[in-house]
């Protein structure tokens, strides 16, 4: 399975999060904000952005007298048989955070094996979860989730993956014919949610955004009641956004 080359890259803002981590992990005993823009090259503008970042995530810790040590998130995730414990826990409270943001349930997914795994989510009582009417591994092609994993594969890793799953009529909106899917799918482009209005579900809409770690192939899906559909788009823009911590527990 091949990736397409937009999608083969981590998003800057976690590249550049990785090299300010790196430099704070060299430095046992904490080092100044002006000295992390000499050794990283970040401007002290985007430096403060990323440190109240891994800050709030608790990468990373500062200190009284002003510098910067590596934080607890960072040494749980690293600490042999507790990391696997350690990035479920960070996974959830991140998503159960963008859930409040965004107001929506809010779900983690991959592509793995050739298959859709949705790997963790968050619900409540007041933004409850797709009715999963369907296997989701199923409907690749009719929901927000799967498209945006099919969308970050090449031609022939959809191939694949339709030539296994039926492209089944779910509502009078889901696309059934390969060749439009395919097309759809190729003019979509990589920074734009992909979006599911009630193609899975009626009554339903959902957004999807593309979170990359390496070579993985993730996303990161928000669904809404079709009564809230004027919210979606902004909703799915602020989940973009709000991307970053997930795509770092991932690629640390």
């Given at each position: 399975?091949?990736?397409?080359?937009?999608?083969?890259?981590?998003?800057?803002?976690?590249?550049?999060a990785l090299r300010v981590l790196e430099a704070i992990?060299?430095?046992r005993d904490g080092v100044t904000e002006s000295a992390l823009s000499r050794e990283t090259g970040l401007p002290p503008g985007h430096l403060a952005h990323l440190l109240a970042m891994l800050c709030r995530e608790k990468y990373a810790e500062r200190l009284t007298d002003g510098g910067y040590v590596v934080g607890e998130s960072l040494v749980l995730l690293g600490s042999g048989g507790d990391r696997e414990?350690?990035?479920?826990?960070?996974l959830q409270r991140t998503l159960a955070d963008l859930r409040d943001t965004v107001g929506a349930a809010v779900y983690l997914g991959r592509y793995?094996?050739?298959?859709?795994?949705?790997?963790?989510?968050?619900d409540s009582p007041a933004t409850p979860a797709v009715n999963e009417w369907v296997d989701f591994r199923s409907a690749l092609h009719a929901t927000?989730?799967?498209?945006?994993?099919?969308?970050?594969l090449d031609h022939n890793g959809r191939k694949d993956h339709l030539a296994r799953h039926r492209t089944a009529r779910l509502t009078?909106?889901?696309?059934?014919?390969?060749?439009?899917?395919?097309?759809?799918?190729?003019?979509?482009p990589p920074t734009?949610?992909?979006?599911?209005l009630q193609e899975y579900a009626v009554g339903t809409v959902c957004a999807a955004v593309p979170v990359t770690a390496g070579s993985s192939v993730g996303c990161l899906a928000l669904s809404l009641p079709v009564e809230h559909a004027?919210?979606?788009r902004r909703a799915a823009e602020t989940l973009s956004r709000k991307a970053a911590p997930v795509m770092l527990s991932l690629a640390i």
């Amino acid at each position: 399975m091949a990736l397409r080359p937009e999608h083969t890259a981590p998003f800057h803002s976690v590249r550049y999060a990785l090299r300010v981590l790196e430099a704070i992990a060299a430095h046992r005993d904490g080092v100044t904000e002006s000295a992390l823009s000499r050794e990283t090259g970040l401007p002290p503008g985007h430096l403060a952005h990323l440190l109240a970042m891994l800050c709030r995530e608790k990468y990373a810790e500062r200190l009284t007298d002003g510098g910067y040590v590596v934080g607890e998130s960072l040494v749980l995730l690293g600490s042999g048989g507790d990391r696997e414990r350690a990035l479920d826990e960070r996974l959830q409270r991140t998503l159960a955070d963008l859930r409040d943001t965004v107001g929506a349930a809010v779900y983690l997914g991959r592509y793995q094996d050739g298959e859709l795994e949705v790997a963790g989510y968050a619900d409540s009582p007041a933004t409850p979860a797709v009715n999963e009417w369907v296997d989701f591994r199923s409907a690749l092609h009719a929901t927000a989730i799967g498209k945006c994993l099919l969308g970050q594969l090449d031609h022939n890793g959809r191939k694949d993956h339709l030539a296994r799953h039926r492209t089944a009529r779910l509502t009078s909106r889901t696309i059934t014919d390969e060749k439009v899917l395919l097309n759809t799918l190729d003019r979509q482009p990589p920074t734009v949610p992909v979006l599911d209005l009630q193609e899975y579900a009626v009554g339903t809409v959902c957004a999807a955004v593309p979170v990359t770690a390496g070579s993985s192939v993730g996303c990161l899906a928000l669904s809404l009641p079709v009564e809230h559909a004027h919210r979606l788009r902004r909703a799915a823009e602020t989940l973009s956004r709000k991307a970053a911590p997930v795509m770092l527990s991932l690629a640390i």
